[in-house]
């Protein structure tokens, strides 16, 4: 009698998991080729229509390049555009990784000290409407004109969304969980590495994918005003001299390092995920 | 502790395993203290079963998680086992009204979360999980996450949890009240079989006078404000416990005066507005 009771439920999700499972899979592969395959042909039309509107209507290049001249342009010309991307994408991701470990230092001291959260997060929010973007020419002033500005400026920009959304994530956690922890004498270190940081790892992911993308415009931003490489400085040069084939070819590999780097981030969130659903943690 | 055999059955034992000696609780608010508990004393002996059974807000889940060491009495002692219970234990098991289990773990692993927070030998304890979820019927589930199951399944690995690390008291918090009442009387079976296998000594929090009277010993009704106990009842049913009893006239009986006696205490108040409960000051 005691499996009467246990069987009936137990068979009865069984079934329901089965019809599940096969479901889901069959719907991947017809889903997944949707979501690829329609903002791609969407991205497609739009190209195509861009490249048709230049032609008929004879637009000046100096306007409005067509899709196939800047492509052209960036087959011809890639190793300049590689050289100028380099510092660009090397100072992202300097400032979106110094940015990611300030962000999550702050969070955990604002979560583990009382005194901190009340003197610190109502400044911070403070903080956050300040247009940032009008302190750069500071950081010249205060840093110099080498890459340090660009990627202290980067940070400064970067860290905020990384912080909020961190301290968020440790505040998380289910009021519960913190007591089963405290009845089973866990210490907070326990507590953290076990409970806190990987039900917080969600927040601290999209706070970083915030933060790259923050990053990057920090380093342009830096580039215009003042540097001698990068796509930044590429595009603000290639502008004055009204070359806007070479903007525009700055501006797409810009892109394709924006995306370069967001992936990484995906990537390393996967593998984190991997890495706490596995058994020996 | 080493005097006492475990004595299934045996409702009253020499020594109590448990001893709740006129325990108050009172929270300081910034307003007024609010007296959660005026006084309270219990004696529950090895191998017990004692359902604290009362409406809410009547400081049973305060006296639970003053058990646990979770809280501390403004007054008077628990002991467990002869020494007074200042902080949390090793030797408890506790179990919340949501599973709480970590998302981002299987089944199995959440089992095991007490072994690695009390940094136990895992391996041993790895079989030790298996059985317990065999014993619960959730054999083919120990790799699925908790999204993957239902809310029965999820408090079943939270039993299994809560058994793991072979505490002596099971602590039980409204266990079963957030499951549909279909689930809900399945996993009251489940849970005086799994202590068929597994004797332990439980304190069971409930606002079911059904569920308490099923599962129980002993019926220990609190109420009143400020809250006291009420009623310290022995059920009077055989184990192994099935579903049959409840259709008993003796079961009806039984329920009966347990529900008069909450009414008894709560009968002149239940109208009044939640302002004049709010505003109880010892």
Redesign the interface.
């Known amino acids: 009698?005691?499996?009467s009771?246990?069987?009936s439920?137990?068979t009865g999700?069984?079934t329901g998991?089965i019809i599940a499972a096969p479901a889901t899979s069959a719907g991947s592969g017809l889903t997944r080729l949707r979501s690829a395959g329609l903002p791609l042909g969407l991205a497609g039309i739009v190209l195509a229509a861009w490249q048709i509107a230049v032609t008929l209507a004879h637009i000046p290049p100096v306007i409005l390049p067509s899709p196939a001249s800047i492509t052209k342009y960036i087959f011809d010309h890639y190793d300049i555009l590689l050289m100028h991307a380099v510092p660009t994408t090397v100072e992202s991701a300097a400032g979106f990784v110094i940015a990611t470990l300030l962000g999550i230092v702050l969070a955990i001291i604002i979560t583990y000290s009382r005194l901190a959260h009340e003197a610190l997060y109502p400044n911070l929010i403070f903080f956050q409407l300040i247009p940032k973007i009008a302190l750069a020419p500071l950081f010249i002033i205060w840093l110099g004109i080498g890459s340090q500005s660009r990627i202290a400026f980067a940070v400064f920009i970067a860290f905020f969304p990384v912080v909020i959304s961190t301290a968020a994530g440790f505040a998380s956690v289910?009021k519960?969980?913190l007591?089963?922890?405290?009845?089973?004498?866990?210490s907070e270190w326990?507590i953290f590495t076990?409970?806190r940081f990987?039900?917080a790892l969600p927040y601290i992911f999209s706070g970083m994918k915030i933060a790259i993308t923050l990053s990057i415009i920090g380093v342009i931003i830096g580039e215009f005003i003042t540097a001698q490489a990068g796509l930044g400085y590429l595009i603000i040069f290639a502008t004055a001299r009204a070359d806007t084939e070479i903007s525009m070819a700055a501006i797409v590999v810009l892109c394709v390092c924006g995306l370069l780097l967001y992936g990484l981030v995906a990537l390393s969130e996967s593998i984190a995920?991997r890495f706490?659903?596995a058994?020996n943690t | 502790m080493l005097a006492i055999q475990p004595a299934p059955n045996s409702v009253v034992a020499a020594s109590p395993l448990v001893s709740v000696n006129n325990v108050q609780k009172t929270y300081f608010t910034r307003q007024a203290p609010v007296q959660a508990v005026a006084s309270a004393s219990v004696n529950i002996a090895r191998g017990e079963f004692v359902s604290l059974l009362g409406p809410s807000g009547c400081g049973k889940s305060t006296l639970l998680?003053m058990m646990?060491?979770?809280e501390r009495p403004t007054g008077g002692s628990i002991l467990l086992g002869g020494s007074e219970i200042k902080?949390?234990?090793?030797d408890?098991g506790?179990i919340?009204?949501?599973a709480?289990l970590?998302p981002?773990?299987?089944a199995i692993?959440n089992v095991l979360?007490?072994v690695?927070?009390?940094k136990l030998p895992i391996e041993p304890y790895r079989r030790r999980a298996r059985e317990l979820l065999a014993l619960?019927?959730?054999s083919?589930f120990e790799n699925?996450?908790p999204a993957?199951?239902?809310g029965?399944?999820r408090q079943r690995v939270a039993i299994c949890r809560a058994l793991i690390h072979d505490p002596d008291i099971l602590l039980m918090d409204e266990p079963f009240s957030a499951l549909d009442a279909i689930?809900r009387d399945?996993m009251n079976?489940?849970l005086s079989?799994i202590l068929e296998t597994y004797k332990k000594t439980v304190i069971f929090v409930t606002h079911s006078i059904r569920e308490a009277a099923f599962l129980s010993d002993r019926v220990v009704v609190m109420g009143g404000r400020p809250s006291t106990i009420m009623l310290d009842m022995k059920m009077p049913f055989e184990r192994p416990r099935?579903f049959e009893i409840e259709e008993t006239s003796e079961f009806a009986g039984v329920c009966r005066q347990l529900r008069l006696t909450i009414e008894g205490a709560h009968g002149g108040q239940a109208s009044q507005p939640p302002a004049a409960r709010g505003g109880v000051i010892e």
């Open positions: 009698m005691a499996e009771v246990f069987s439920t137990g999700t069984e998991a289910d519960s969980m007591r089963l922890c405290r009845a089973l004498t866990a326990q076990s409970v990987p039900a995920n706490y659903s058994e | 998680m646990a060491g979770l902080e949390p234990r090793r408890i506790i919340f009204q949501d709480t970590l981002w773990k299987s692993e979360f007490p690695r927070i009390l619960v019927g959730l083919d699925k996450k993957q199951l239902s029965g399944m689930t399945q079976v489940a079989e099935r």
